[in-house]
T-cell receptor
Framework: KAGVTQTPRYLIKTRGQQVTLSCSPISGHRSVSWYQQTPGQGLQFLFE???????NKGNFPGRFSGRQFSNSRSEMNVSTLELGDSALYLC???????????????FGQGTRLTVV | AQSVTQLGSHVSVSEGALVLLRCNYSSSVPPYLFWYVQYPNQGLQLLLK??????LVKGINGFEAEFKKSETSFHLTKPSAHMSDAAEYFC?????????????FGQGTTLQVKP
């Protein structure tokens, strides 16, 4: 069974540009979550999508957005990039249906974004 | 609101020694708790999880953790450290509903294993 796939693995962008990151979840998983990892702030939750709807949202500015497609693949977009957006962006998929029962999140290898 | 505190950002042990990584959580409802490991330039891999039932949870690679409600703790242990255990470890708690994809992570603990 294929794991969570994130593309690209590495990305260098200039301040002010925008960027789109992609995440393909494990087959059958309808929940996709995004996290930002930095040395200073650690792992912070960005948002979660389930069946093409945003189900949870973290405390990030509106420059950070996401979407999910009917095949559960997800993208996140960051507009007007700032130097502080440099981070490892991790995507996780799970079977979390929201109707009870425990689930676990499976993580991709991440996209390393560097803003210069 | 839920939160997780990992005591000690760096822990150093000798190969063969006991590994103890500390995690305390705050939650107004019964939590789901997780330990993840991250190797350099990699994503997170689940070591073990606690949901309900037995409070002593065994995971992969010889790790285990015990849920202690009275102490709001979920410490990770391994009897004998291997060089391959050197990595960063994260404790996490799930959102109150316990069944969404949102995890709240601690700041992480870097484990160094000395030969």
């Amino acid at each position: 069974k294929a794991g969570v796939t994130q593309t690209p693995r590495y990305l260098i962008k200039t301040r002010g540009q925008q960027v789109t990151l992609s995440c393909s979840p494990i087959s059958g998983h309808r929940s996709v979550s995004w996290y930002q990892q930095t040395p200073g702030q650690g792992l912070q939750f960005l948002f979660e999508y389930f069946s093409e709807t945003q189900r949870n949202k973290g405390n990030f500015p509106g420059r950070f957005s996401g979407r999910q497609f009917s095949n559960s693949r997800s993208e996140m977009n960051v507009s007007t990039l700032e130097l502080g957006d440099s981070a490892l962006y991790l995507c996780a998929s799970s079977l979390a249906t929201g109707r009870g029962g425990n689930t676990e999140a499976f993580f991709g290898q991440g996209t390393r974004l560097t803003v210069v | 609101a839920q939160s997780v505190t990992q005591l000690g950002s760096h822990v150093s042990v000798s190969e063969g020694a006991l590994v103890l990584l500390r995690c305390n959580y705050s939650s107004s409802v019964p939590p789901y708790l997780f330990w993840y490991v991250q190797y350099p330039n990699q994503g997170l891999q689940l070591l073990l999880k606690y949901t309900t039932g037995a409070t002593l949870v065994k995971g992969i690679n010889g790790f285990e953790a015990e849920f202690k409600k009275s102490e709001t703790s979920f410490h990770l242990t391994k009897p004998s450290a291997h060089m391959s255990d050197a990595a960063e470890y994260f404790c996490a708690v799930s959102a109150p509903s316990g069944n969404t994809g949102k995890l709240i992570f601690g700041q992480g603990t870097t484990l160094q294993v000395k030969p």
